[in-house]
């Protein structure tokens, strides 16, 4: 009676061990689907992000123009930890907003877009209200404080510092949103699991590709040093090359704001955007009509956020004259 009851027991042991394997087999399973939509989502998401990207890179890159050799990479690293700071804000803000209040987004990113596009115009009108004497005075006293030791540079670079984390701040909200929409409709741990690596992802290659754009001079110059031919040709290409690239960098981080920031503002405004896109739709003909489209749309984004930016610096002008009396 004994051994039976044991044998008994013994397959009763049996059957629940059978039924844990299968639940570890179906587990592991539906944990590898979830991963494959996690990986699915986050390359959607990356995808649709990528133009951002591209914008995001622009103004990094400008942010060190001018900071001494040695000092570029650690003003880089500075700007990419503050990245992060931001996201691990925007992340977790994002997903807030999208459970309980989702009518703030588009209204919240309209403010960012607006703030892109006043500090494209007051870019632009610094140029047109200091004159050459004031540029030169302040190239000089940049050059100065690189050369002299004595000068804390940190401290002296910590306004550059702040403005390029400003501005991450708004294109990375961009691209937190932009990421959250294409999860919209996904269970919520997928929602964090994705925006996480978005965020991560976004920050080490911008700030990658900006520390390996702005060493190019070195490398040029390292190359030129060689004893081969071959090494010292493309060493002094890329030393021709960089300083030409950092120009182009600066302008095409200018025009982002205005493209990035008036392409919020059009988006957040319905009738203006589909005016914007009825004017794209009526250029797209021949083969290049998707170019002429995309060029049209993305010009008139650029002409709205120009004027989006004057009307803020001029208002904003106005409120720190009346402060001053």
Same mark, same amino acid.
């Given at each position: ?35 494959? *939509? ?17 914008? *995001?890179?622009?103004?990094? @890159? ?73 540029? @030169? ?30 501005? *991450? ?157």
């Amino acid at each position: 009676m004994a051994g039976a009851s044991l044998l008994a027991l013994l397959d009763d042991i049996a059957t629940i061990l059978d039924d844990v394997a299968v639940m570890t087999k179906v587990a592991a399973k539906k944990s590898a689907a979830v991963a494959d *939509d996690v990986a699915a989502m986050t390359k959607v998401a990356t995808q649709k992000t990528a133009g951002v990207l591209g914008d *995001d890179l622009a103004l990094n @890159a400008q942010q060190v123009t001018g900071v001494r050799a040695d000092r570029e990479l650690p003003v880089v690293w500075a700007v990419a930890k503050g990245s992060m700071v931001n996201k691990a804000i925007l992340v977790p803000a994002a997903l807030a907003i999208s459970a309980f209040v989702p009518v703030l987004i588009t209204p919240l990113l309209m403010l960012g877009g607006a703030f892109l596009c006043f500090e494209g115009v007051e870019k632009l009108a610094h140029k047109f209200l200091h004159s050459e004497a004031e540029e @030169a005075a302040e190239h000089e006293s940049h050059v100065q404080a690189n050369a002299n030791p004595a000068v804390d540079l940190v401290a002296f670079e910590k306004d550059k510092i702040k403005g390029a984390v400003r501005t *991450d701040f708004i294109l990375s909200a961009e691209i937190i949103v932009i990421a959250l929409g294409t999860v919209a409709s996904a269970p919520f741990l997928q929602q964090v699991a994705v925006l996480v690596g978005i965020a991560v992802l976004m920050t080490v290659g911008v700030y990658g590709l900006v520390g390996g754009i702005v060493k190019l001079d070195d490398l040029g110059l390292w190359l030129s040093q060689k004893t081969g031919s071959a090494a010292q040709a493309l060493g002094r290409g890329l030393l021709a090359a960089a300083p030409w690239l950092m120009k182009f960098l600066s302008v095409a981080g200018t025009a982002a704001m205005f493209l990035v920031g008036g392409g919020i503002l059009v988006h957040g405004i319905a009738p203006l955007h589909h005016a914007i896109e009825g004017a794209g739709a009526a250029v797209a003909q021949g083969a290049l009509g998707g170019l002429w489209q995309a060029l049209a749309t993305n010009g008139l984004n650029g002409v709205a956020g120009i004027v989006a930016g004057a009307l803020v610096l001029g208002a904003v002008t106005v409120v720190q004259k009346l402060r001053k009396r």
